[in-house]
């Protein structure tokens, strides 16, 4: 359920980032039972982590806090739009509905985008499609037999 | 450029995972200029991050080993067709070419789900898709203005 003060708190960390060389205006908290459980802000460039996005910070600081990898029922609110990386890391977490202030067009038609990484809606776009459909990333398949049995060798071990 | 040791050393990651509890059979290795530049395994359950998969752990390792978040003419190895997080953060972070051993079809039919997280054909569906086309995942804009405003703030700051 939308509390406004926790979207005050994403926008609150995204502004720290004023403050903080190398990190970028983006902040995200994640609520779970009415308490903020997880914060995170983009220090990318900080901490050499191409991952390290609000939303994904705030994603690893609540499974830390909590002592697990599933925030079920656990809502997540950013400063903006989240990244491919960021959405699909808070679906795979469990996180039931985010809320976020700057859409990705916004965001990426006032700030000037690095060198890397591409912009977010070719990303985007990227991500959806079969590896073998992409223009970005261009993968080959090598050695599957020895690596499926593996996958078999570690679910026999388990049983 | 494609070379069969480094493919043998993420399988080898992976099978890892045998011997160490809360570990996942899935490894990865970042090459450049025919080095091992960062090495990989999930364990998400073990460091309680849902992100902790074999990629992106390899290429934060790769990022911090290299101190830079452009990975630009590096390649990945990983023993299993990566999933959307680690597509996307392969991406961005300007991974030239993967390989892979396993497809996501084929890890799906051998290795038993998780309660968390939902499948990863699923996932990437749902990742390709704008914020307001997705079933997973519901978002909601709010306070857009002050996102905004911060975002100027931030750019005007650093002119």
């Avoid at 990244?83 to 202030?101: D, E, H, L, N």
């Avoid at 700057?102 to 809606?121: D, G, T």
Wanted: glycine share 6%; with cysteine.
């Amino acid at each position: 359920m939308y509390d406004e003060k926790f979207m005050r708190r994403a926008i609150e960390l995204a502004a720290s980032a004023l403050d903080i060389p190398g990190a970028r205006p983006y902040g995200a908290v994640v609520v779970k039972d009415g308490k903020v459980v997880g914060e995170g802000l983009n220090e990318s460039a900080k901490k050499f982590d191409p991952t390290s996005h609000g939303e994904v910070e705030a994603v690893r600081d609540a499974c830390r806090n909590l002592k697990t990898t599933d925030l079920s029922g656990a809502e997540l609110y950013t400063s903006c739009e989240p990244c491919s990386v960021c959405v699909a890391a808070m679906i795979m977490a469990g996180i039931s509905r985010m809320y976020y202030g700057a859409s990705l067009q916004q965001s990426a038609r006032i700030v000037p985008p690095p060198k890397m990484p591409p912009p977010a809606l070719l990303v985007r776009e990227q991500v959806g499609q079969p590896a073998d459909s992409r223009s970005m990333l261009p993968a080959e398949v090598k050695l599957g037999d020895e690596a499926i049995a593996l996958l078999r060798q570690w679910v026999e071990k388990r049983k």
